[in-house]
């Protein structure tokens, strides 16, 4: 057996814990969607390594949301190299942290652990000249249409081994365009070759698996409210989905309605999140790869901290395996847990534990089993892989949310109180069972909003679905094109390229501008095409933006519908390329031309940190009508000197805060800045002169 290690990785972390080696191996992030995630070569997500990878467009990509996931790979009557027989077997990542001798990433002849594909060379995204689109290609990348599946944007590709000689072959795909852009698709293919290491040789050959299964673990994020409830769906006769979702929790010690953590500061539904992980196909057999409908076979949820759960196995005594086992045949119902499973119109032989949400408990805590966080699983099988024989399983990581603009509006209502809902009821079991979780019609219509990304949860789910039943294969617009904005005296300038034009459905472009925060509150300003009566541009002048006002921009090209494919839903129409593709993570500004000493204003003055002076930024003071190189040094009124300041844009406006520091305005050493009157020392750099002004800041 050959045990040399490839060291391919671009990070390694090495750390002992529990007698495990844990394996932080070569990631890439796929960012071209509402959800952007890590994707590791070995397939790890554990705590240490793949864990806090995924975040959502809602917040501008702040929040994560899989705390660790992780996944078990199970067998019976075992034989290693030396003859040993093993009663039970188990290999994979689990949650607490993977063992790169185990779970062995497997390089090509150049060293590539991890690949990367993508349709097309990403676009270049320029703010003032700056370039901010990630770097392209790194080691591994490629562009090459031609190696990924269907209609994808990106496909990402690395190969396991594992020491039970079962190799994993995994394909993560990703779509930035609208209807598909809130998925991340795992395409992963179990392969009974008996290679137990990382080289060609083989170690086991002609072994047979018997009563193989397939776990799945996901802790879901909840920011701030400690564990989340879980659900499902998809568990009975006649479901047309298969999902495991968590979705935030009230806080069980708030003194106030706190679902979806509600932010009295800033009118905004801070974490309204739902998160979950479709099922969206399990082999029949390693003979018959339609889907298996009555899979995962197993689901239920219990605590993060059961040891032989959430470590990988070869730390494990023969009854841990045994139990462990046993959890991916039979979930958490009978004589292990002792706990009842779901009995009507479930498909034979399914074991499902019965929903976390619908046991009549308020809070999570509230379980017996409980002690700081929940898990849920999902447990496919049993198979038989003769050897050469695979098995494979797609799953897609979902996210669902009310849009960031009905979050500034439910949030605004819900601190004047004047929050309303006029639907029926929707709100999680719990509530339905403990009315006094929202306090009044106030909380309850707030709530009822939040709830509504369930409905958004499922709709992605299904679109996820819905390309894999389709072979991936789904309808497209024209690339999006590059993007380049420039900040000028009297308006800004926003170019972009010509790229989109070699779709043969090319129609037009269209331009969006969010004003004080990169998320998604973007607003169409201009549009082009010939269908529109508006000549084909590659260039607008947007001479409505406000001087000092922070703006982002994203450029999107349309087709003109007629030969697309029904979308999800079924309609038929104009596609246009994802906003996330080329949407500028940088403020652009509109500038002024340099002043003088003489003509120094302070604005806002006086600066009330209370106040919303600039719509959607952090608080920041602007130093207009400044010289076009000079030196900025602000004082306190008894002479310390707290900021300096060096203006070398050649424009007439420096910005002290705003989104180059969510400052509440501090100083140079960090510290917050009190009330009081602040004095600004100011030397033009190429004639020494200087001048003094002042400000005054309000806490």
Not at 423 to 441: A, F, V
Not at 653 to 660: K, L, R
Request: hydrophobic fraction near 35%; include cysteine; proline fraction near 6%.
């Amino acid at each position: 057996m050959d045990k040399v290690k490839k060291l391919t990785s671009t990070i390694f972390i090495i750390l002992l814990f529990s007698s495990q080696i844990m394996y932080a191996g070569t990631f890439k992030w796929i960012r071209i969607g509402n959800v952007e995630m890590k994707v590791v070569d070995n397939t790890d997500q554990d705590q240490l390594a793949g864990s806090r990878a995924v975040y959502y467009y809602y917040d501008n990509y702040k929040t994560f949301h899989l705390y660790n996931a992780g996944w078990h790979l199970g067998t019976v009557d075992w034989v290693d190299e030396t003859g040993t027989n093993w009663p039970v077997k188990v290999v994979g990542t689990a949650t607490a942290g993977a063992n790169e001798n185990i779970t062995m990433p497997i390089a090509d002849d150049a060293g590539i652990t991890l690949k990367q594909y993508v349709r097309y060379a990403p676009p270049t995204i320029k703010v003032n000249d700056e370039i901010l689109n990630d770097p392209f290609p790194l080691a591994g990348d490629e562009v090459n249409p031609d190696k990924i599946p269907g209609t994808a944007d990106l496909m990402m590709e690395s190969t396991v081994n594992t020491i039970m000689g079962v190799t994993l072959k995994q394909k993560v795909l990703a779509w930035s365009s609208a209807d598909y852009d809130d998925f991340i698709i795992y395409d992963w293919t179990f392969i009974n070759n008996g290679n137990t290491d990382d080289d060609p040789e083989i170690e086991l050959p002609g072994q047979n698996l018997e009563d193989v299964y397939f776990m799945r673990m996901n802790n879901f994020y909840s920011p701030g409210r400690g564990s989340p409830w879980y659900s499902t769906y998809g568990e009975q006769i006649g479901d047309s989905l298969r999902i495991m979702y968590g979705y935030p929790a009230r806080g069980p010690d708030s003194d106030y309605d706190d679902f979806g953590d509600p932010d009295k500061s800033k009118d905004f539904i801070n974490r309204p999140f739902y998160v979950g992980e479709a099922f969206l196909h399990a082999d029949k057999s390693a003979s018959d790869k339609s889907d298996d409908i009555t899979q995962p076979r197993m689901t239920g949820v219990q605590s993060v901290e059961i040891f032989w759960l959430k470590f990988e196995a070869s730390s494990h005594s023969a009854s841990e395996l045994q139990n462990l086992y046993e959890v991916l045949q039979y979930g958490f119902g009978g004589p292990l847990f002792n706990f009842e499973y779901q009995t009507d119109n479930v498909y034979e032989n399914t074991f499902h534990s019965y929903r976390m949400d619908e046991e009549g408990y308020k809070f999570p805590k509230d379980f017996p089993w409980w002690n700081w966080r929940a898990i849920a699983h999902t447990s496919s099988g049993p198979y038989d892989l003769a050897f050469g024989d695979s098995i494979r399983f797609v799953y897609a990581f979902v996210m669902g949310t009310i849009s960031p603009a009905k979050g500034r509006e439910i949030g605004r209502a819900w601190n004047n109180g004047t929050a309303t809902w006029d639907g029926e009821n929707n709100l999680p079991p719990q509530y339905i069972q403990h009315p006094d979780l929202y306090d009044n019609d106030n909380d309850y219509a707030k709530d009822c909003w939040i709830a509504t990304g369930k409905d958004s949860l499922i709709k992605n789910a299904w679109a996820a679905q819905y390309a894999v039943q389709n072979n991936y294969e789904l309808p497209v617009p024209p690339r999006a094109p590059s993007i380049d904005v420039k900040g000028l005296p009297d308006y800004i300038q926003i170019n972009w390229g010509t790229e989109s034009e070699d779709a043969s459905d090319f129609s037009g472009y269209r331009v969006y501008r969010s004003t004080g925060s990169p998320d998604s509150s973007f607003t169409k300003i201009f549009e082009c095409g010939d269908n529109l009566g508006v000549s084909l541009t590659h260039t607008f002048n947007d001479t409505t933006a406000q001087r000092s006002v922070a703006y982002f921009y994203y450029v999107t090209a349309f087709d003109d519908g007629l030969s697309n494919a029904p979308s999800p839903n079924g309609q038929i129409r104009s596609l246009e390329s994802g906003w996330n593709i080329n949407r500028t993570r940088a403020a652009a500004y509109r500038s002024r031309p340099a002043g003088t000493l003489e003509s120094i204003r302070v604005v806002p003055n006086p600066l009330n940190v209370n106040a919303n002076n600039f719509p959607g930024e952090p608080n920041k003071i602007v130093f207009m009508d400044i010289p076009a190189y000079c030196t900025i040094k602000i004082y306190t009124e008894g002479g310390d000197l707290v900021k300096t300041i060096e203006h070398d844009s050649g424009s007439g406006d420096e910005i002290w805060g705003g989104n180059i520091l969510d400052l509440q305005t501090v100083s140079d050493s960090g510290q917050l800045l009190v009330s009081g009157i602040y004095i600004a020392h100011i030397t033009d750099n190429e004639s020494h002169d200087t001048a003094i002004t002042k400000f005054v800041i309000i806490r």
